[in-house]
């Protein structure tokens, strides 16, 4: 794809977009998924859902990867005691899925785990499943948070980080 058309197409993204996409009540069902897979673990997990990327680094090349990297770093996912936060970033605009795992959950399960999910999830985008598609890789995150980060019995997980969908 040209330069102009990317840079366009991400420029008239916005938030309304985000909420088209997803349908009313869905931010706060994913919501209530993040908080309900987090009694399961001592883990933290981020949705980030941008409608598109900023017109310069959309203009620049900026990968959805990049930009989730980013985004890990900005809401401060890898901020947490057992640095086992993960980001599951949505690009609207390119219909692109990113999950951004920090080191101590990320070196348990490696790389390529996550592009099956994330795999997964993008499959679900290009059948216009937003949502069911997000709910599928929370799960997913959640059974390898439960996997390798359990709570201990009687223990409850501190809550490091919000639960709710950023938008963008």
Do not use: K
């Not at 990317?6 to 938030?15: E, F, G, K, Q, V």
């Not at 990320?106 to 790389?111: F, K, L, M, Q």
């Not at 390529?112 to 997000?134: K, P, V």
């Amino acid at each position: 794809m040209n330069r102009w058309t990317r840079t366009l197409r991400h420029a008239w993204s916005d938030r309304r977009d985000v909420a088209l996409a997803l349908g009313s009540g869905a931010l706060d069902r994913l919501t209530t998924r993040v908080a309900a897979s987090e009694t399961r673990h001592a883990g933290e997990i981020r949705l980030c859902i941008e409608a598109g990327l900023p017109p310069l680094a959309a203009w620049r090349g900026c990968t959805p990867r990049e930009r989730a990297l980013d985004c890990f770093s900005q809401l401060r996912v890898w901020d947490t005691e057992a640095n086992n936060g993960v980001l599951i970033y949505l690009l609207l605009a390119d219909r692109d899925i990113e999950i951004v795992a920090d080191r101590g959950l990320h070196r348990r399960v490696g790389e390529a785990r996550w592009r099956r999910i994330a795999d997964t999830l993008s499959d679900a985008l290009r059948a216009g499943q937003f949502e069911e598609g997000l709910a599928r890789a929370i799960d997913e995150v959640t059974d390898l948070l439960v996997q390798h980060f359990p709570l201990a019995v009687g223990a409850a997980n501190p809550n490091e980080l919000p639960d709710a969908p950023v938008i963008r």
